[in-house]
C-alpha cells in the first residue's frame, strides 16, 4: 500500500478552442498537450496513470495508446465527479491519489516531485498547489486563517472584493491520502448553480472530519497555466520550445538565435552540433555530435549522425549518415538513407533510394526508388525515370559508376560498377560493368544557317 496514482482530468471538450479534436490533443512542441502532463508525472515517480477520458474518448484513447488506464466520464459534472469516475482504480494498493488537469503543458516533473514530497512530510489528507500569478484573474482565491493554515478555496464569482485582493490562488494540483479521499467523495453533493461535484469541497468536508490539508507554493507560477483557447496555446507553446532549446544549449548545443529555432520536445541532439536560424527539428529526430544545421533548414522524423552538414534543405523520414554535406535547397523524401560521406548539392531531390559511401549527386538531380553504390559521381541534370504511369521502378547503380550530365535513366535499368554514361542519353537497358552507355541522336550542322537568318526577305517572300 505505497503506489502513488495518478488521474489526468482529460474529459472536457475545451469550447473555445473552436475545433473538432479533443482539447487535450492539441500538440505542444510536437506531443499532444496532455503526454506533456502524463510525462511529467512519470518523471516525478507516480506508479499508475489513470486518464479521466470523456469527449473524444476514443481519439485520446487510440492517440495516447495502451500505456495507460482510462476511465470514461460519460457526462461532465465536475472535476469532483471526474475523480469520483477514476475511484475504481484507487485500490487498497494505492496510498496517494495525485489529481492533474490534462490541459496544463507547462507543469514540471520537478515541481510533482516537490508536492510529493510536502505531501509525505506534512502528513496531510490533502495537499494543494497554490501559485500567485501575476494577474490572480479567473482563479479560486486561497482562504487562510492567522496560522497561515488552509482554510478553504472560494471562486471568483463567489469571493467578496478583499477576498479578490487576495494573490493566492488554486492550482488545480491536488494530493489526497487515498482513503481520506474517498470517504471525501462520499458527502460532497452538486450544491450549486451549475449541478457540478467540485473537488474543492473535498478540501473542506476533510478539515470538517478534523484532517490536516495543506497548501504548498508552486515555484513558478507560469506551470500552472491552463490551455483554453489558440492564444493561451500559442503561448504555452512558446514558453515550452524556450524550455527545450535552453535544456538543450546547457547540455552543450550552440543554438545561434533561439527564438527562430524551433524544435521538438521529443528531438535529441548531441554535444556541440550548431543549429542556425530558421531552423525546425520536429518528430523522434536524431541528432549526432558536431553537426551543423541550417540555416532555414526543416528535418521532421530524421535521423543525422555526426559532423554533418545541413543547410537550406528540407527532410522527411531521412537518415543522413555521418559527415554528409546535404544543400542548400534540396529535399530529402521519405525513405531517403544517405550513407557515409555522401553530398547531396543545389536543386536535388531523392525519394525512396539508398545513396552509398562517398557517393555525389552535386546539383539538379531527381534520385528515385534508386539503390546507389560507392563513390558514385552523378552529373547536373540526371533523372531516375521511376514511374511508367501505373508503377514504380528500381534503378540500381553500382560502385564507382560516373553519370554524364543530362542523362534520364529509364526504370527498371541497372548500371554496372565502374561504368559510364555518356551526357545526354537516355538509357532504356543495362549498362554492363566497365561499358560506357550512349543514347544520342545524330548530330546534323546546317552550314551558313545563321547568315541566312540575318538576310532580309525578298519581295514577296512574306506575302
Not at 507547462?106 to 506534512?122: I, K
Not at 543525422?304 to 542548400?328: F, M, S
Request: glycine share 10%.
Amino acid at each position: 500500500m505505497s503506489e502513488v496514482l495518478a488521474v489526468i482530468l482529460a474529459a472536457g471538450k475545451g469550447t473555445r478552442m473552436r475545433s473538432s479534436l479533443p482539447k487535450v490533443l492539441h500538440p505542444v512542441a510536437g506531443i499532444p498537450m496532455v503526454a506533456h502532463v502524463l510525462e511529467a508525472a512519470q518523471r516525478a515517480g507516480v506508479d499508475r496513470l489513470v486518464v479521466v477520458v470523456g469527449h473524444g474518448a476514443e481519439l485520446v484513447e487510440q492517440c495516447l495508446g495502451p500505456g495507460y488506464s482510462y476511465v470514461c466520464q460519460h457526462q461532465q459534472l465536475g472535476t469532483g465527479h471526474a475523480v469520483m469516475a477514476a475511484r475504481e482504480r484507487m485500490d487498497e494498493n494505492v496510498a496517494t491519489v495525485m489529481v492533474l488537469c490534462g490541459d496544463t503543458p507547462l507543469l514540471t516533473a520537478s515541481t510533482l516531485e516537490a508536492l510529493l514530497a510536502y505531501h509525505r512530510e506534512s502528513a496531510a489528507a490533502a495537499t494543494l498547489l497554490t501559485a500567485f500569478p501575476p494577474d490572480p484573474t479567473g482563479y479560486g482565491r486561497i482562504l487562510r486563517d492567522a496560522d497561515h493554515n488552509l482554510v478553504r478555496i472560494v471562486e471568483e464569482r463567489d469571493a467578496t472584493p478583499e477576498e479578490r485582493e487576495i494573490g493566492e490562488v488554486n492550482t488545480g494540483i491536488y494530493c489526497f491520502h487515498r482513503e481520506a479521499l474517498l470517504r471525501a467523495l462520499d458527502h460532497i453533493q452538486p450544491a450549486n448553480a451549475q449541478g457540478e461535484y467540485y473537488l474543492t469541497d473535498v478540501l473542506e468536508i476533510m478539515r470538517g472530519q478534523g484532517l490536516l490539508v495543506t497548501g504548498m507554493v508552486m515555484p513558478d507560477p507560469a506551470e500552472m497555466q491552463g490551455i483554453n483557447d489558440r492564444v493561451q496555446l500559442a503561448a504555452a507553446e512558446k514558453m515550452l520550445r524556450q524550455r527545450i532549446n535552453r535544456a538543450l544549449m546547457e547540455s552543450g548545443v550552440t543554438i545561434i538565435d533561439p527564438d527562430t529555432v524551433w524544435i521538438d520536445a521529443t528531438v535529441s541532439i548531441g554535444r556541440d552540433t550548431v543549429i542556425y536560424p530558421c531552423t525546425t527539428i520536429t518528430g523522434q529526430s536524431r541528432i549526432g555530435e558536431n553537426s551543423r544545421l541550417g540555416p532555414h533548414t526543416v528535418l521532421h522524423q530524421c535521423t543525422v549522425g555526426d559532423g554533418v552538414e545541413v543547410r537550406l534543405t528540407v527532410a522527411e523520414q531521412a537518415v543522413i549518415g555521418d559527415h554528409c554535406k546535404v544543400g542548400p535547397f534540396s529535399y530529402l523524401r521519405p525513405g531517403t538513407v544517405l550513407e557515409t560521406g555522401v553530398k547531396v548539392g543545389d536543386f536535388v531531390e531523392i525519394k525512396q533510394s539508398t545513396i552509398g559511401q562517398g557517393s555525389k549527386i552535386p546539383h539538379l538531380s531527381y534520385i528515385g526508388d534508386t539503390v546507389m553504390g560507392r563513390e558514385v559521381n552523378v552529373g547536373a541534370g540526371t533523372i531516375t525515370c521511376n514511374y511508367d504511369g501505373r508503377a514504380k521502378h528500381n534503378t540500381v547503380i553500382h560502385d564507382r559508376a560516373f553519370i554524364g550530365s543530362n542523362t534520364n535513366l529509364v526504370a527498371p535499368v541497372t548500371i554496372g560498377a565502374e561504368a559510364v554514361v555518356g551526357a545526354g542519353s537516355t538509357i532504356t537497358r543495362d549498362v554492363p560493368a566497365g561499358a560506357l552507355g550512349v543514347e544520342r541522336a545524330k548530330q546534323s550542322n546546317i552550314n551558313g544557317w545563321a547568315k541566312r537568318q540575318k538576310a532580309p526577305a525578298k519581295p514577296g517572300e512574306n506575302g
